[in-house]
T-cell receptor, first 111, second 115 residues
Framework: AQSVTQPDIHITVSEGASLELRCNYSYGATPYLFWYVQSPGQGLQLLLKYFSGDTLVQGIKGFEAEFKRSQSSFNLRKPSVHWSDAAEYFCAVVGANNLFFGTGTRLTVIP | GAGVSQSPSNKVTEKGKDVELRCDPISGHTALYWYRQSLGQGLEFLIYFQGNSAPDKSGLPSDRFSAERTGGSVSTLTIQRTQQEDSAVYLC?????????????FGDGTRLSIL
């Protein structure tokens, strides 16, 4: 069965520092993977997606993610974090009829 | 419309009452999904619509929960005889076609509080 694990519940970084959010998935075949971001009181906004091809995918707001089949990982990265990046981040894998989400990582950005 | 629209944005009701939550998907999107987001539990799939039919209702937690979709567009999620554990944010999403190769676009959700 499909599942997603986000090991870090909460991460704090300084503004301008680099960021990596971890995501591990469980899926039998080639997965379709997404990262979403949720600001307080808002819905989920799509950051980027991986379906096939190049394992390094670029998204909006300067985010990128790398698909590593050998590690069953799809980690999200950003070279320099901005205060406006503070939010909750969700990794998801496609199932038969829905997305399976991780439990999310809350990002706090300190000045 | 430009995005997925959900109403109401907030709903407070007493235990035992029925509630209806509405979702208006992006125009032309054939697939529609309902999820529930509870504190500390992440996002939980409830039901999937393709057009007006619901081939997957596996996530509905009890028979108090039901949903319909009409005209291949608007969907309503109904919770009967609400319980306190129903308190959560209910998110609706739509995609152009079935989920496999299409990203889902989410509304801002309805925050439901059961007193």
């Amino acid at each position: 069965a499909q599942s997603v694990t986000q090991p870090d519940i909460h991460i704090t970084v300084s503004e301008g520092a680099s960021l990596e959010l971890r995501c591990n998935y469980s899926y039998g075949a080639t997965p379709y993977l997404f990262w979403y971001v949720q600001s307080p009181g808002q819905g989920l906004q799509l950051l980027l997606k991986y379906f096939s091809g190049d394992t390094l995918v670029q998204g909006i707001k300067g985010f990128e993610a790398e698909f590593k089949r050998s590690q069953s990982s799809f980690n999200l990265r950003k070279p320099s974090v901005h205060w406006s990046d503070a939010a909750e981040y969700f990794c998801a894998v496609v199932g038969a009829n829905n997305l399976f989400f991780g439990t999310g990582t809350r990002l706090t950005v300190i000045p | 419309g430009a995005g997925v629209s959900q109403s109401p944005s907030n709903k407070v009701t007493e235990k035992g009452k029925d509630v209806e939550l509405r979702c208006d998907p992006i125009s032309g999107h054939t697939a529609l999904y309902w999820y529930r987001q509870s504190l500390g539990q992440g996002l939980e799939f409830l039901i999937y619509f393709q057009g007006n039919s619901a081939p997957d209702k596996s996530g509905l937690p009890s028979d108090r929960f039901s949903a319909e979709r009409t005209g291949g567009s608007v969907s309503t999620l109904t919770i009967q005889r609400t319980q306190q554990e129903d308190s959560a944010v209910y998110l609706c999403a739509s995609s152009l076609h079935r989920v496999n190769n299409q990203p889902q676009h989410f509304g801002d959700g309805t925050r439901l509080s059961i007193l």
